[in-house]
């Protein structure tokens, strides 16, 4: 039986976001913007485009009210751009491979994108299992419920699974309510939060922090 399970966010948290290049998503832009028609004034909408690149697109749609025209006109973009990335992660990734256990990669987006972010940053063997938890997909399970299929799965109590991440309202928040083991990782531009069971800053803690427990 497998002693724990370490469960990874991606954005954020394995690489910087704002390493991808802003012409990335410029038609996911223009789509949102010509679908606006002056639903929401430019500087606000400009705004949702800069919390676009460390949310998934339906949180950001939600906050921002976006209208039905506006959200479709983006998810059609997100999923129709062909992306080719040039991505690194963070410079301590290659650390997440000395702490034992298995190495779970779980990140929230739409599939082609997130996909074409696992294919640029990662070689076979880096993850055990892969999750794409995709807004947009029919019976999406969300990080809750793909957190305890995860457990069932392996066999592992809550103090058995470690859940890794930046967002405390996301992969930190899914974890509290399984009663897993929670740590946000604070990269540049992240708030410290006091909703995860521990704050640390990079992997090299993190090794430590599990070999401690």
């Avoid at 939600?62 to 997100?78: C, D």
């Avoid at 290659?94 to 739409?110: A, C, F, M, P, Q």
Wanted: overall charge negative; hydrophobic content about 40%.
């Amino acid at each position: 039986m497998v002693q724990v399970a370490v469960i990874y966010d991606l954005d954020d948290t394995i690489f910087p976001t704002s390493s991808i290049p802003a012409v990335t998503f410029k038609p996911v832009f223009d789509a949102i913007r010509l679908a606006n028609n002056g639903h929401i004034l430019d500087h606000r909408l400009q705004q949702a485009f800069d919390e676009l690149w460390m949310k998934p697109m339906d949180v950001v749609c939600h906050q921002y009210g976006f209208t039905s025209a506006m959200t479709e006109a983006g998810r059609y973009a997100l999923i129709n751009t062909d992306y080719h990335l040039k991505i690194s992660p963070f410079d301590d990734f290659e650390v997440i491979k000395n702490i034992s256990g298995l190495r779970i990669l779980v990140t929230t987006g739409i599939t082609k994108l997130q996909q074409a972010k696992i294919d640029a940053l990662f070689n076979s063997g880096d993850f055990d299992v892969v999750v794409i938890d995709d807004p947009y997909q029919v019976n999406r399970l969300g990080k809750k419920k793909i957190f305890s299929a995860l457990a069932s799965r392996f066999q592992l109590s809550p103090e058995q699974v470690w859940v890794i991440g930046d967002n405390p309202d996301s992969e930190i928040a899914a974890g509290n309510e399984l009663r897993m083991n929670t740590v946000q990782i604070v990269r540049p531009g992240i708030k410290p939060s006091d909703k995860a069971g521990y704050v640390i800053s990079s992997f090299y803690e993190l090794e430590k922090l599990i070999e401690r427990n």
